[in-house]
């Protein structure tokens, strides 16, 4: 039997949705507003959300008047975020290894929703797959952590209690990846998930982008859209096309 990748395992359980319950929607709504305002983006323009989990920046950016299309692996995110489908939001269960069958005005990968795989060839891929899917004159805009920030931040311990369940999170970076361990117990059951994200720094985005066909126009530090700078930004954002 083949083995699981280990984003199909965690992202599909309801104890992903639990830890995270409590991101910040603002910043992610402040960052849509920035970007789409930055890059001019005429309505009613159809938005690619690759992968858009439970839909949240998916229905924030129709509610801006976009058309939108929420694509994701998970299943269960996809079957919850179609509750919130109208003319012009749609929801899609969708690998992003896989070629697209549309062409977007724009593709947004956005709070680090990549560098998953074990191969840099299905990252690459994945690029690629979104210049194939790009309209002429389209965009994408992804959206990373700052690997260099995490790395001179590193927290190896916590404790997080939400909704009565204790996660115990482990961070590391190993053989390349940025891992969190999470393990903890509920209703007498112990379940252990590791997520896994490879350490991408801007010159290896830049060796991937360039392998894709992808030119980088702008890279910015942070959902203010300031200057990125290695040692010190929160996030790694590009716009390229």
């Not at 699981?4 to 104890?15: A, E, G, I, R, V």
Request: with cysteine.
């Amino acid at each position: 039997m083949k083995k699981t990748d280990w984003f199909t395992d965690w992202f599909n359980t309801s104890y992903y949705h639990t830890l995270y319950k409590d991101r910040n929607d603002a910043d992610a709504q402040l960052f849509i507003r920035n970007i789409t305002s930055f890059l001019k983006i005429p309505n009613p323009s159809h938005i690619l959300d690759l992968p858009c989990g439970k839909g949240r920046h998916s229905i924030y950016l129709n509610s801006l008047g976009y058309n939108v299309t929420g694509a994701d692996l998970s299943e269960n995110s996809i079957l919850f975020a179609k509750k919130f489908e109208n003319d012009m939001l749609h929801f899609q269960i969708k690998d992003m290894r896989k070629p697209f069958t549309e062409k977007y005005d724009a593709i947004f990968n956005l709070f680090t929703s990549f560098g998953y795989f074990e191969n840099d060839n299905d990252d690459v891929l994945v690029l690629k797959n979104i210049k194939n899917g790009l309209k002429k004159n389209g965009f994408v805009v992804l959206d990373f952590l700052n690997v260099v920030q995490v790395k001179n931040n590193l927290v190896t311990e916590e404790i997080k209690t939400v909704d009565g369940i204790k996660f115990n999170l482990q961070r590391e970076i190993t053989d390349g990846f940025i891992l969190k361990h999470i393990s903890f117990n509920d209703k007498g059951i112990s379940h252990s998930f590791t997520e896994k994200v490879k350490y991408l720094d801007l010159e290896k985005f830049e060796t991937y982008f360039s392998a894709a066909g992808l030119k980088i126009n702008h890279i910015f530090g942070n959902y203010q859209l300031s200057k990125f700078n290695s040692e010190i930004s929160d996030r790694l954002i590009f716009v390229a096309s």
